[in-house]
Structures are given as structure tokens and as C-alpha cells.
Nanobody
Framework: QVQLVESGGGLVQAGGSLRLSCKASGHTFSGPIMGWFRQVPGLEREFVAAIRWSSDSAYYGSSGKGRFTISGDNAKNTVFLQMNSLKPEDTAVYYC??????????????WGQGTQVTVSS
């Protein structure tokens, strides 16, 4: 059973940084694709970034380009999302997701429980 556990969310002032972590376990396939999404209540879930562990190739959605960096530590089965220059509009619940293959933007098969990021102005 795949489990994804996010951590690192919290309250930060605008302009600050946070690093989210997602610890994965239970994958029965090698080289998963790991993604980050975010969701504001009442709005659709939004793709932020994804990384293909087999090649370390990364892709960013419009919300993640320029200020966010996704990376992975294969030895620790952990993927990170470094978020810099945070803005109040980055406030959302951030979700980690994984799948075996396919497009980096989705759809994904496994999801974490989410971690809240709140950026104050």
C-alpha cells in the first residue's frame, strides 16, 4: 500500500520560504513520478510541479515556475518542494502525489493527506 506523508507546511510571511517534504513508502514500481499539487477551498486542484525519479527530469506548472524547485532524494524516498518568495496567493493545501508513469501533469494514482501553507501579507 502506497503511503505519502507530507510535512513542512506552516505560516510564513510574504517573501519568505518554506520547504515541503513528502516521504513515500510502499511503491511496488521503481522510478515513480512524484508531483505536487495545491488546492484552495472552492477551487480546483492545481498542478505545481513534478519530477520523474528515474531521470530527475522536472516540470513546473504556471504556479511553480521561477519560485519553486522540486527535487528528490531517492535513497530516502522523499521528494521536496522548495518554495521561495512566497506570496499570499500561494496560500493553499499542498498535496503530494505519485504514479508509475505517464504525463507529469497527471492524472495521479496516489495522494497524501496534504499540508497547509499560509502566507500572510
Amino acid at each position: 500500500q502506497v503511503q505519502l506523508v507530507e510535512s513542512g507546511g506552516g505560516l510564513v510571511q510574504a517573501g519568505g520560504s518554506l520547504r515541503l517534504s513528502c516521504k513515500a513508502s510502499g511503491h511496488t514500481f521503481s522510478g515513480p513520478i512524484m508531483g505536487w499539487f495545491r488546492q484552495v477551498p472552492g477551487l480546483e486542484r492545481e498542478f505545481v510541479a513534478a519530477i520523474r525519479w528515474s531521470s530527475d527530469s522536472a516540470y513546473y506548472g504556471s504556479s511553480g515556475k521561477g519560485r519553486f524547485t522540486i527535487s528528490g532524494d531517492n535513497a530516502k524516498n522523499t521528494v521536496f518542494l522548495q518554495m521561495n518568495s512566497l506570496k499570499p496567493e500561494d496560500t493553499a493545501v499542498y498535496y503530494c502525489a505519485s504514479k508509475a508513469g505517464g504525463p507529469l501533469t497527471g492524472p495521479y494514482d496516489y495522494w497524501g493527506q496534504g499540508t497547509q501553507v499560509t502566507v500572510s501579507s
